[in-house]
């Protein structure tokens, strides 16, 4: 059973352009959650997502960040016109839909630069 | 006031001492509470649910005192592997988010 995957594993943006960032759960998991570390500080929770749903996207900002998790495929976090202050490694878990909703699997992360 | 807080160390300790970090949180309607451990650069690893009663794996053990809204983690007979970021999680409930605590780093010197 592959462990939650992410990609890309780095990505550098220019200012101003789109990044989207990619997250495969673990097999049978259908309860996402990304979050954003800034260099030297805490994981700040972002977004939880079910299949088709945000559950709570209370740590989202309000404007040019975006999160889906289509039915199909990857749940996809989208930064639009992206600004320095959004260079972060930004992690995404998985939860079981049996047992122990609590327990979360981290995917490695992806690094984003905004140049 | 941060919904959690924790010390930022860091702690620096020999090897095979004893450490211990506490956590405190601010809403007495938390419901479950963890221990993540986090490498440099790596992504947070699951060490750890901490359960009223109090709970041990191995070297660790874990308590929560909810009247005091803190909970604890000990590391007996410390390794140099031990050396990483330890970071507290609460979850207010099942539906709803979870907050991440800052993190205390703890460095094992041999």
């Known amino acids: 059973n592959a462990g939650v995957m992410q990609n890309p594993r780095h990505l550098v943006r220019r200012r101003g352009q789109e990044a989207r960032l990619r997250c495969s759960p673990m097999?049978?998991?259908?309860?996402v959650y990304w979050y954003r570390q800034l260099p030297e500080e805490g994981l700040k929770f972002m977004v939880y997502?079910?299949?088709?749903?945000?559950?709570?996207e209370s740590g989202m900002p309000k404007e040019r960040f975006s999160a889906e998790f289509p039915k199909e495929g990857p749940s996809i976090l989208r930064i639009q016109q992206v600004v320095r202050g959004d260079s972060a490694a930004y992690f995404c878990?998985?939860?079981?839909?049996?047992?122990?909703?609590?327990?979360?699997?981290f995917g490695p992360g992806t690094r984003l630069t905004v140049t | 006031r941060k919904e959690v807080e924790q010390d930022p160390g860091p702690f620096n300790v020999p090897e095979g001492a004893t450490v211990a970090f506490n956590c405190t949180y601010s809403?007495?309607?938390?419901?479950?509470f963890f221990w993540y451990r986090q490498d440099c650069r790596k992504e947070p690893k699951l060490l750890m649910s901490?359960?009223?009663s109090g709970n041990e794996d191995g070297r660790f053990t874990a308590q929560l005192n909810r009247a005091s809204q803190y909970i604890s983690l000990l590391i007996r007979d410390s390794k140099l592997s031990d050396s990483a970021t330890y970071l507290c999680?609460?979850?207010?409930?099942?539906?709803?988010?979870?907050?991440f605590g800052s993190g205390t780093r703890l460095s094992i010197r041999p």
């Open positions: 997502l079910q299949k088709e749903n945000i559950i709570d």
């Open positions: 901490v359960y009223s």
């Open positions: 097999k049978g998991h259908s309860h």
């Open positions: 878990a998985s939860s079981p839909d049996w047992g122990v909703l609590d327990e979360q699997y």
């Open positions: 809403n007495s309607a938390s419901q479950s």
């Open positions: 999680v609460v979850r207010y409930s099942s539906a709803s988010k979870i907050i």
